[in-house]
Structure formats: structure tokens, C-alpha cells
């Protein structure tokens, strides 16, 4: 499995839920992942997802610059960092953002969320 392939196929598969059922990501974290949004850590998939539902705007696009990925620990992780823009609906200028996933293999033969960090990018 080609760690690149994956990677692009989890941002992929990531953003265009985000972008269209925020409530759907539930299933790429567990109890034990965490989530630091703009400094704010929070862990748990409920509490995660409780909290990018919760984000002040109800639609938004990703448009995806890069994606850098390594492998990560002899279990199959991998570390994602992803930057791009994001755009939000009536707003003229997108805003730029950087996002870091620490993707775990899990039993079934997916990956999950153990780490995600974002920040927005102000020039």
C-alpha cells in the first residue's frame, strides 16, 4: 500500500465530508484521538465532532494546495499535512489553513485519526 496513495485518498475522502456532512467524520476518530483547532485541544470523537459542527458557518469549500505524508512508527502510521484554502459561503477572500493527521491503521484494515491539527494561516 502506497503511503502516498493513501494519503491523498484520506484528504480527499476527508475534505469532501467536511465540506458536505460535517456530523459524518464520527468514523475517523476514536475515543482516544485528539483535536487541536486554533490552539483549543479536544479529544474524543463526539467531543470532535461536537466541535467542527459547532464552527460559526454552516457551508464551506476546501480547495487542497499540497499534501506532504511520512511514514510514521513500525505499526503503519502516517503523518499528513495538508495546506489549501477554504473558502466560506459569502465571504469574497478564502482564508488559507494548514492541517496535520496522525493516521493509525485500525483492525479492519482502514486508518483512523489519532492526531489532527489545524490552523488557520493570516499573512
Known amino acids: 500500500?502506497?503511503?502516498?496513495?493513501?494519503?491523498r485518498a484520506f484528504v480527499e475522502h476527508y475534505y469532501s465530508t467536511f465540506d458536505s456532512n460535517r456530523a459524518a467524520l464520527a468514523n475517523?476518530?476514536?475515543e482516544g484521538s485528539m483535536l487541536t483547532f486554533e490552539g483549543q485541544k479536544i479529544q474524543g470523537?463526539?467531543?470532535i465532532v461536537a466541535?467542527?459542527?459547532?464552527?460559526?458557518?454552516?457551508?464551506c469549500k476546501h480547495a487542497i494546495t499540497t499534501v506532504d505524508c511520512q511514514p510514521s512508527g513500525p505499526a503503519g502510521g502516517m503523518l499528513v499535512f495538508v495546506s489549501g484554502n477554504l473558502q466560506l459561503a459569502g465571504e469574497q477572500h478564502a482564508l488559507k489553513f494548514s492541517q496535520m493527521f496522525h493516521l493509525i491503521p485500525s483492525p479492519q484494515g482502514?486508518?483512523?485519526?489519532?492526531?489532527?491539527?489545524?490552523?488557520?494561516?493570516y499573512a
Not at 500500500?1 to 494519503?7: F, K, L
Not at 466541535?51 to 457551508?59: A, D, I, V
Not at 482502514?110 to 494561516?121: C, G, T
Open 110 to 121: 482502514s486508518f483512523y485519526v489519532l492526531n489532527d491539527i489545524f490552523r488557520l494561516n
Open 45 to 47: 470523537s463526539q467531543n
Open 1 to 7: 500500500m502506497n503511503p502516498d496513495e493513501v494519503s
Open 28 to 30: 475517523l476518530y476514536q
Open 51 to 59: 466541535k467542527l459542527t459547532s464552527l460559526p458557518f454552516q457551508q
